[in-house]
Structures are given as structure tokens and as C-alpha cells.
T-cell receptor, first 112, second 112 residues
Framework: DQQVKQNSPSLSVQEGRISILNCDYTNSMFDYFLWYKKYPAEGPTFLISISSIKDKNEDGRFTVFLNKSAKHLSLHIVPSQPGDSAVYFCAASEGNGNQFYFGTGTSLTVIP | NAGVMQNPRHLVRRRGQEARLRCSPVKGHSHVYWYRQLPEEGLKFMVYLQKENIIDESGMPKERFSAEFPKEGPSILRIQQVVRGDSAAYFC??????????FGPGTRLTVL
């Protein structure tokens, strides 16, 4: 039962443009969300997080938006750079829970 | 840079052998998590441990798999009598509390 879904397995974007990666979840108890970036043969690297008390969190070129009513979050990368090419995973947990549920990932390719 | 360390990075075992995967968390982190990533899939939670205690093992197969996080030394994920279906990348993550988890580079297990 996939509680966190990333329906786009891949995304290609021109350098300098905006990349938008989407994530949907089914569990209304989730209140903490993270995005990770993963390069081949490496572990996931934490990018940005958001708790359910916010609807937006920004860190440099990365912004995460949370729409609780739609159970949807998105990661915006602007401007996109070739070094951003990687697989991006969203993850969710219940506030005081221990387990993070991961999506299946979206492979982003930024074309120079 | 004392991030999460995992060894070995690659492990090859024949069916029926034992696999031992090691994880040293970030210094000062007392929470350790193990995840498995099967080909073409996202990360799946296996087990969450604090020092000397298993807190949540709901994602771990009931047979052949065990995990420990002793008072001294790394966390160990042990898989007995490995089968081909155990071939996957196993990632360890650590955290200071139940928030952002930082991942190691993973151990890629191949069962021949």
C-alpha cells in the first residue's frame, strides 16, 4: 500500500527553467514531509522539509509547497541547473512517528 | 565529515549464506533506521532502533532478518540464508530525534 506517491517517474527541464516535482499522499495523519535527492550509487541527501503548520518553505533555489486539503506537496527548483539532475524522493511521517514513507522517486534531467 | 557510514559498499553472497551490513550513525545520533530499495522501487522502511533497543520493526521480514544497535559499535543488519530476492540496496539513516534523517551511501547486496 503506497501511502506516498510520485506519479511522474521522470521529468526533463531546460537549464534555467523551473522544475516542479509533485508528490501525493493518502494518510491525513502525516504532518512532516521531506524531499531527498539521490545520485546513482549514493545515499539520499536531505534537501528540504516542511511541517504541516506551514504551507511553504524556501531554501535558496528550492521551495516546497504543501496543500494539506489536497494531500499534495511539490518541490520547485528555480533556476534549474544540470547538477540538479538526480532522482528526487518525497517522504512523509506522522509527527512523533518513527517511520518515513517514501515515494518511488522522480528522475529529473536538466538539459544544458 | 562524520556522516553516516556504511560498509561494505558492495556485498556478494551465494544463496544460503549470511549477509552482515554495518552502519555507523552520525556522531551524537542515537536513532538508526534501515531501509531497503529494490530495483525500480522507492525506499521501504525496515526497522528503527535506538541504542540497544528495537523501537519499530514493522517493515522487516519476520524470518531471516534481524537488526541490532549495541551500546558500543555500529548498527548491524543481518540477513540469514540469503535468497535472490534479497538483492537490493540497503540504506541506513540516523537522526538526533525523530525528525530529519541523514542517509549513508548504502550497501548494495547481490545474491548469486
Amino acid at each position: 500500500d503506497q501511502q506516498v506517491k510520485q506519479n511522474s517517474p521522470s521529468l526533463s527541464v531546460q537549464e534555467g527553467r523551473i522544475s516542479i516535482l509533485n508528490c501525493d499522499y493518502t494518510n491525513s495523519m502525516f504532518d512532516y514531509f521531506l524531499w531527498y535527492k539521490k545520485y546513482p550509487a549514493e545515499g539520499p541527501t536531505f534537501l528540504i522539509s516542511i511541517s504541516s503548520i506551514k504551507d511553504k518553505n524556501e531554501d535558496g533555489r528550492f521551495t516546497v509547497f504543501l496543500n494539506k486539503s489536497a494531500k499534495h506537496l511539490s518541490l520547485h527548483i528555480v533556476p534549474s541547473q544540470p547538477g540538479d539532475s538526480a532522482v528526487y524522493f518525497c517522504a512523509a511521517s506522522e509527527g512523533n512517528g518513527n517511520q518515513f514513507y517514501f515515494g518511488t522517486g522522480t528522475s529529473l534531467t536538466v538539459i544544458p | 565529515n562524520a556522516g553516516v557510514m556504511q560498509n561494505p559498499r558492495h556485498l556478494v553472497r551465494r544463496r544460503g549464506q549470511e549477509a552482515r551490513l554495518r552502519c555507523s550513525p552520525v556522531k551524537g545520533h542515537s536513532h538508526v533506521y534501515w531501509y531497503r530499495q529494490l530495483p525500480e522501487e522507492g525506499l521501504k522502511f525496515m526497522v528503527y532502533l535506538q541504542k540497544e533497543n528495537i523501537i519499530d520493526e514493522s517493515g522487516m521480514p519476520k524470518e531471516r532478518f534481524s537488526a541490532e544497535f549495541p551500546k558500543e559499535g555500529p548498527s548491524i543488519l543481518r540477513i540469514q540464508q540469503v535468497v535472490r530476492g534479497d538483492s537490493a540496496a540497503y540504506f541506513c539513516a540516523s537522526s538526533q530525534s525523530t525528525d530529519t534523517q541523514y542517509f549513508g551511501p548504502g550497501t548494495r547486496l547481490t545474491v548469486l
